[in-house]
């Protein structure tokens, strides 16, 4: 009878030893928090202390709360982006620059494809970008301006009056009709 109250005895032991491990936990980074330290680390030590009062609360009411999971996952940044995989491009273009641009692009992307990171994603991403304005601007070139046909003598108003008239007429876009006398 007496081994039967033994062994009754030790789960019920077990369990207050048990809250109060937490208890001391939580004990220990309250007193690490007085003592100060990085905010880095005194923000982890708040979340110790309140993870381990929370325990101790649950263990209290009898109910152990269920353990914490962790997974290790590689590196924080990438755990939720999912890869970005692309094609490589195509070009229709034959300038020498833009064929470059092509080449660099196709490298990078074929480089992400391999193995995808947050560096390799940026380069693609920059390579690529560069080769579309390329791109784009060789499809669709800058308007020039049309060249300078008259002089500034030939253009200026009466009393040297500089206007928007006096700057289509020196772009030759206009005849300089105060000049008529």
């Known amino acids: 009878m007496a081994c039967l109250l033994g062994f009754a005895w030790l789960p019920l032991t077990a369990s207050a030893d048990r809250c109060d491990n937490h208890w001391k936990w939580a004990e220990r ?3 690490q928090l007085q003592e100060g330290g990085t905010s880095s680390q005194v923000r982890r030590w708040k979340e110790e202390r309140r993870k381990y009062l929370e325990r101790h609360r649950e263990c209290r009411k009898g109910r152990e709360s269920a353990p914490e999971v962790r997974t290790a996952s590689g590196r924080g940044e990438d755990r939720h982006n999912k890869p970005d995989y692309q ?3 195509t070009s229709k273009s034959r300038d020498a620059k833009t064929q470059r641009l ?4 196709n490298y990078w992307v ?3 494809n391999r193995q995808p990171t947050d560096t390799r994603r940026s380069y693609r991403d ?3 970008r560069a080769l579309h304005e390329a791109e784009r601007r060789t499809q669709r070139p800058t308007a020039s301006l049309a060249p300078h046909r008259r002089s ?3 253009c200026i108003k009466p009393g ?4 928007n008239e ?3 007429c020196l772009e030759g876009r206009q005849e300089p009709y105060w000049r008529e006398e």
């Open 29 to 31: 980074y309250a007193r």
């Open 87 to 89: 094609k490589p491009r």
């Open 102 to 105: 092509l080449k660099t692009c």
């Open 110 to 112: 074929a480089e992400y």
């Open 126 to 128: 920059t390579a690529c």
């Open 152 to 154: 500034l003598e030939e």
């Open 160 to 163: 040297n009056q500089l206007d």
């Open 166 to 168: 006096v700057q289509a």
